[in-house]
């Protein structure tokens, strides 16, 4: 069975871990989780379907078919032993996806998200913290699009200007910065944000291929 | 707020152009620009910067609290093809709104430039928690500009009938648009 316990007896599930006190006991961040890491978790009740709102993770299915991606990503937050109370994930984009063109220079932060019952122990920046925290990703332009209609409004109880800068501020914690794009899911709404990291090995030459790529001219 | 500039934008002629804060160094590429536009556009000038002595006061006495100018260079040779201005009040009945002012230079037009520009403004004004954009043009005269604004959501607010008179004697009416910025749901 996997639990904390079963994380501490079989560290083949996980590249890292941290424990941390909080208001609401002790909780566990586990990074680089494992096929099979899922197993016998939970899903807290904070993620799921609301009035206004739907997790973007429904099932701990998804959680593992993200892993089974090339250099898929999870990183989560772990309360009451199996709980999963929040989660950060990470893969290449998919290939009918704009971005794909630039085949692996290209790595989408696909999602964040922290349990309405967790909320306000910066859990969302551990999350990004733990996932970014890598030399992998100097290679790579890291990047995350934010749609205002995935955003949980009500449950933070802000409109979408102030989500964005919520967002804004917790990214560009971690070398993130607002870029433009045509791409018309991103351009449909003002609120929406691209954000774009560039890894330190990136060559000058791949961030003009990425900026052209970004208002819909294709790499020769 | 503004360490996110210079922002990229590509033209659909794969050229490169930078959205940034205007400075005293940009004096000379805005002369140059505000020296470019038509005479019977500039008439319409409320500041008239395209006076020399008149843009360096403004540079020099630059306060992005009041008024954040943005220019639009083109990175292949530094020329400024665009220019918005976001002003802002120290007045705390007025604290909530800003206006913007856009002019594309006229070479630049068909490049969707000022639709990046004015967006850009959007969301720096978002990101400044102002709560309404107000956006002023002059009838048959800024049709493009009425075009772009209403593409990011403005909304036609007022008119005020023969507001203006053209460099002809010719009385033209004011059209006022805003947008809201901080709507509480999204309308999707």
């Known amino acids: ?64 078919a993200f892993l089974d991606r090339k250099d898929g990503r999870v990183t989560v937050a772990i309360a009451d032993s199996n ?18 063109a630039l085949g692996d220079l290209m790595y989408e932060l696909a999602a964040i998200e922290v349990s309405r019952n967790f909320r306000g122990l910066k859990l969302g920046e551990r999350l990004l913290g733990m996932t970014m925290d890598d030399d992998f990703f100097e290679d790579k332009i890291s990047y995350m699009c934010g749609y205002s209609w995935h955003w ?50 990136v060559t000058a030459e791949d961030q003009l291929k990425f900026r052209h790529l970004r208002f819909g001219i294709k790499p020769k | 707020m503004l360490k996110d500039y210079p922002k990229a934008i590509v033209t659909q002629d794969g050229d490169s152009v930078l959205l940034r804060p205007a400075t005293l160094a940009d004096e000379n590429a805005l002369n140059e620009f505000f020296g470019e536009i038509p005479d019977q556009e500039q008439w319409f000038f409320r500041e008239k910067l395209n006076d020399p002595k008149i843009l360096h006061e403004f540079l020099l006495n630059l306060d992005y609290r009041r008024a954040l100018p943005i220019v639009a260079v083109r990175e292949k040779d530094g020329k400024i093809i665009a220019n918005l201005r976001l002003h802002m009040s120290m007045a705390p009945c007025l604290g909530h709104v800003a206006h913007l002012r856009v002019m594309v230079h006229p070479n630049f037009r068909a490049l969707k430039i000022g639709s990046w520009m004015i967006l850009d403004c ?15 043009f002059v009838a048959g005269v800024e049709e493009a500009a009425v ?14 009938k023969g507001y203006i008179k053209d460099k002809k004697g010719v009385y033209r009416d004011l059209i006022i648009m805003s947008r809201d910025l901080q709507s509480k749901w999204s309308d999707f």
Not at chain 2, 147 to 160: V, Y
């Open chain 1, 1 to 64: 069975m996997t639990s904390l316990a079963g994380i501490a007896a079989n560290p083949d599930l996980i590249g890292r871990c941290q424990t941390f006190e909080s208001a609401y006991g002790v909780i566990t961040m586990c990074g680089l989780c494992h096929p099979g890491f899922f197993e016998n978790m939970i899903l807290e009740g904070g993620l799921g379907r609301f009035s206004h709102y739907s997790s973007i993770i429904q099932k701990l299915e998804s959680f593992e």
């Open chain 1, 83 to 100: 709980h999963v109370i929040g989660y950060c994930l990470g893969s290449y984009p998919a290939h009918d996806d704009r971005w794909a």
């Open chain 1, 152 to 201: 949980d409004l009500e449950g933070k109880e802000l409109n979408a200007a102030q989500y964005r800068s919520m967002m804004k501020k917790l990214y560009s914690r971690f070398g993130f910065r607002e870029v433009y794009t045509n791409e018309p899911n991103i351009t449909l709404r003002a609120e929406n944000i691209m954000m774009i990291r560039v890894g330190s090995r």
């Open chain 2, 122 to 136: 959007v969301k720096t004004a978002m990101d400044l928690g102002l709560e309404k954009l107000f956006a002023e």
């Open chain 2, 147 to 160: 075009g772009a604004a209403m593409k990011l959501d403005f909304r036609h607010e007022g008119i005020l």
